[in-house]
């Protein structure tokens, strides 16, 4: 059974920092470029950061460039998502998304996700 479990989200002071975590189970998630998106009311779901199969290869939404970094531990089929210097805007649902071969903007792309854990940043 695949399971993406996502721990972490909660309430932060803005300019704050969080980290996300997203642990795997179900698929050989070394095969697998995941993905972290977010919701927020109202709008539609964006691509935050993804990492391909090992570390060396990141994307990151301008928005969060410098920010956020994305990382992954291969061997507790884990992602991470750090967030730092956190913005009111960045309030939302975030969920990680996985799927074989290369990374893509579109959540459609996508066939495996959490359920996601929400993130509220206080101004």
């Known amino acids: 059974q695949v399971q993406l479990v996502e721990p972490g989200g909660g309430l932060v002071q803005h300019v704050g920092s969080l980290r996300l975590s997203c642990v795997v189970s179900?698929?050989?998630?070394?095969?697998?470029?995941m993905s972290w998106y977010r919701h927020a009311p109202g709008k539609e779901r964006k691509l935050v950061a993804s990492i391909i199969t090992d570390n060396d290869s990141t994307n990151y939404a301008e928005s969060v460039k410098g920010r956020f970094i994305i990382s992954r531990d291969n061997t507790n089929s884990t992602v991470y998502l750090q967030m730092n210097n956190l913005k009111p805007e960045g309030t939302a649902g975030y969920y990680c998304?996985?799927?074989?071969?290369?990374?893509?903007?579109?959540?459609?792309?996508?066939?495996?996700w959490g359920q996601g854990t929400q993130v509220t940043v206080s101004s």
């Open positions: 998304a996985g799927r074989r071969g290369n990374i893509f903007t579109s959540p459609a792309r996508y066939d495996t």
């Open positions: 179900g698929f050989t998630f070394s095969s697998y470029a």
